[in-house]
């Protein structure tokens, strides 16, 4: 027995999906927006806290002296 797994995206779903109107459609892929954002923002605050925990941190000042180095500020 042969099994072909189909890998779909989401936007592949959510275009098959032909009894839903556009506003239906339009706010599904929202969704998935506002998700995505979610879970890339919750990877950057376990990236964050990994950092700390392995002592990869840096103090005000010199983050401050940085930002102000690369945008000529004085």
Do not use: P
Request: charged letters at 30%.
């Amino acid at each position: 027995m042969v099994t072909v797994q189909v890998k779909l995206s989401v936007e592949d779903i959510i275009a098959s999906l032909s009894d839903f109107e556009a506003i239906e459609i339009e706010k599904l892929q929202d969704a998935i927006v506002e998700l995505k954002d979610n879970l890339d923002l919750q990877a950057a605050v376990d990236e964050g806290l990994e950092d700390v925990k392995n002592g990869r941190i840096s103090t005000h000042e010199s983050v401050m002296a940085e930002i102000k180095s690369k945008y000529n500020y004085k």
